[in-house]
């Protein structure tokens, strides 16, 4: 379970840092595109606010499962007696899982909805890419023809 966690947090933590250059590759200051242009972009845009919401319901849940809640703790207290007849008092301390039962639950919450996780990731990566193509389409017929180029920086 945790080498799918780490597979998909990396999936998703790359989706969404690429989403981020889609936005800035589109950035142009809005009096400066025409009205058509500008009501795709606003369509692009949420868009991607909303894949990313999508994909960041499942990256918290990985992340509650991968980085539960620590407590650190005492875990041994060693009193050595020096020559001198000082003590030195060394003090070992251990991370523990805060709430063990919500970790387990989580767990189990986790693989009996991975399928879905996985599911809903790969559907807003494919929405996310229809979105991106339509945007692109808009662009086009806006310019007044098929083969210009578009605004998109990848």
Known sequence: MERWCKTVRKITRDYNLNL??????????????????????GALRNQIQLSTAQTNIVSNHIARVLTPSLDTRLHKKT???????VKEETYEYTAVINDPEMLQLNREQLCDEAIYKRQLVVSTMNQMV????????????AAGAETSRFSMAY
């Open 20 to 41: 981020n250059f889609v936005a800035i590759a589109n950035y142009q200051w809005e009096p400066d595109r025409p009205g058509h242009t500008g009501q795709s972009l």
């Open 130 to 141: 229809l979105c991106m193509d339509d945007y692109q389409k808009a662009e086009a017929g």
């Open 79 to 85: 009193v050595v007696e020096k020559p001198n007849g």
